[in-house]
Every structure is written in C-alpha cells, then in structure tokens.
C-alpha cells in the first residue's frame, strides 16, 4: 500500500523527507526566515507532502465513512499531511501571493480538521468553510445592547476555549515527548504506536485551530489594504511650493450674524503667526540696544545715593532735616496707608 509506482519514493519516504524539512524550519537554525535556503526547503518539503497527499488520494487510505478502528496504525500518520501542508505554505514569504499563500494553507487546515471530525479525533467546533469577507472578524456588530452582549459572550467563550486549548497541548507534548523515544526506536508494540499517532492528531487539531483563527485576522488586514487607495506620490524631481503665509479670518455663519453678534469669541486675532514673530524678533534687538543705556542710568543712580549719604555724613542741615521729617512721617503713618486696593 505504501509502495510508490515506478520504483520511486515511498509514500512512507515521502511523509518522512516532509516532516523532516518542516521540523528544521521550525527549529530556526537558519539566521533568516526570507533567506533562499529557507525558502529552498519550504519549497522541497512543500513538493514532497504534496506528492505524498496525492499517492493517499490514488490509494483512497482514508473515508469518511468508515470508522477509526478501521484504519491501520501504521497508516495514521498519513493523517496528518494536510496539517503539514497548510504549516509549511505560511512560511513562504511571497509578499506578493501572501493573500494566495493564506487561503490555500487555511484550506489545508480545514480539510484536515473535516478528516478529523469524522473520525471522531477531538471534540472540537468546525471553523466556516470559507475565509471571512471584508468586514472585520470577531468585531460587534452594530444592532444595540443585544448585539454588543452577544458579541461579548462570543469573545468570553472564544477566550475560554483558547485557555483549553493551550493547557490541551500543553499535556499532549508532555505525553508525546515521553513516548517518542520509545516509539521511533520501533520498541512499542501496536497498540502504543496507535496512541502515539492519536495524539499527534490531537495536537495538530489544536495547532489547525490556532492557525485559522490568525489566518483569518490576517486575510481582513490584507484584503482591507486592498481596498484603500494609495496616496498618489508627487513626480520625481518636482521643487516643493513655497506657500504665501495665511490670513486670519473670523468663522461666523454669515456676515449680518457677525455684524449683530459678534464673532462669538473672546478674543480676534489680531496678526498672524510670522507678523507675532517679526515683532518679538524687533523687541528683543530693541531691548539689546537699550541694555547700555540701562546700565548708565542705574550708574546715575547709584551717585546720587552716595552723594546723598556724604551729606548726611558731612551734618548737612538740609539733608538731617529731610531725613527726620521722613522718620517722623514714617512713625505717624503706617506701611500701607493709602495703598485702599490692598484691603482684606
């Protein structure tokens, strides 16, 4: 059965070359994901599973009318080929086929999920056939309070499943990793190798689910990009327009309203941003040219406080005299007196 015709590769052969690409690009050893030996092997492993798909097609290995007890242990890896393949097409990096790349590995996920669930594999809720349309998925629809709680549970459930999931898969590598060993050694006998493949499916169900679910948040990005126009870019070599400054002007509903009204603001502006500037830019060289001006009459100051405290010092009459009629003013007339807007 899982003999290829011509003498080439086995179907077994195949699975394995496939499996093996795939768990090098998931290990990350290259140092880019864009590189060409990447994608090399995307395209080597991308050709040997789909190879092998086709020789499960012609050798009709699985139905779904049948039961899994009806299949063959050692065929029930072939299960998982769909999964691979949809896994592998996201890792090719066309960005121009991006779109091409999602659908077809979102189909490949689906088909493996529908095999799954007619053989009883999980316990699991079908994703829609076809990928979402240009509306965004998972938003609330408009539609009142009844809508937006409904939406509001949906999201609370689909976050409860993920918590599931996670802890699902979670157990089922724990499981996994302890029965590789055992198994790839050939040691196990039928019935273990039987459990080791079932559980690989049931961690693929889960990884399909996942998968989905991003690749259909990513085909409304895309297909929303499509949809909105680029920018039409000025021609190359074109000078940038210098343009003339702006006028202030008065937002009113008509001119009679402004006439009788008034604009309605507190204050009009009066020039514009380049006038303010101008004329702080005149007051400062203004201010910097009176600076010594300044400096000379605080010198002028400063004299005649010296003069006057010479005299003082030289018992001039007019001076003492002056001086204690300030004191006496001082002792009759409070600090404050006559200053009435400073009043509690």
């Not at 609370?156 to 802890?167: D, G, H, L, P």
């Not at 074109?238 to 006028?247: E, G, N, S, Y």
């Not at 309605?264 to 830019?281: F, I």
Request: overall charge negative; hydrophobic content about 35%.
């Amino acid at each position: 059965m899982a003999e290829a015709a011509g003498g080439g590769p086995r179907l077994a052969e195949l699975l394995a070359a496939g499996r093996r690409l795939w768990e090098e690009l998931e290990a990350g050893t290259e140092p880019s994901a864009a590189a060409p030996a990447v994608q090399e092997k995307v395209r080597q492993g991308l050709d040997a599973l789909q190879r092998a798909a086709d020789m499960v097609a012609q050798l009709e290995l699985f139905s779904e009318n049948e039961e899994l007890e009806e299949i063959a242990s050692a065929d029930l890896k072939y299960l998982l080929l769909p999964a691979l393949l949809g896994s592998l097409t996201l890792k090719q990096v066309d960005l121009s086929r991006r779109l091409e790349h999602l659908e077809s590995a979102r189909a490949h996920f689906g088909r493996f999920l529908r095999l799954c669930r007619s053989y009883g594999l999980g316990s699991f809720q079908l994703p829609p056939a076809s990928p979402p349309g240009e509306e965004a998925a998972g938003g609330l629809a408009p539609g009142g309070p009844m809508s937006a709680q409904s939406g509001l549970l949906a999201m609370a459930s689909k976050r409860q499943a993920k918590i599931e999931r996670y802890k699902q898969k979670k157990e089922l590598e724990n499981r996994l990793a302890s029965m590789r060993t055992f198994v790839e050694s050939g040691q196990a006998d039928e019935e273990q190798t039987r459990e080791f493949y079932i559980l690989q499916i049931q961690k693929w169900i889960n990884t399909s689910l996942e998968e989905i679910e991003s690749i259909d948040q990513e085909i409304v990005i895309l297909r929303s990009r499509g949809t909105a126009k680029p920018p039409s870019a000025p021609p190359h070599g074109t000078t940038r327009q210098v343009r003339a400054p702006l006028k202030p002007f008065i937002l009113t509903r008509d001119a009679a309203q402004a006439k009788v009204f008034g604009s309605g603001y507190p204050g009009l502006p009066m020039m514009t941003v380049d006038d303010w500037y101008d004329q702080r830019r005149r007051q400062e060289v203004m201010s910097a040219q009176s600076a010594p001006q300044r400096a000379s009459a605080g010198s002028t100051d400063e004299e005649l406080q010296t003069q006057q405290e010479e005299k003082e010092e030289n018992d001039d009459e007019e001076a003492l005299q002056r001086a204690r009629n300030w004191d006496d003013w001082k002792d009759t007339h409070p600090r404050g007196y006559g200053n009435r807007q400073n009043m509690g």
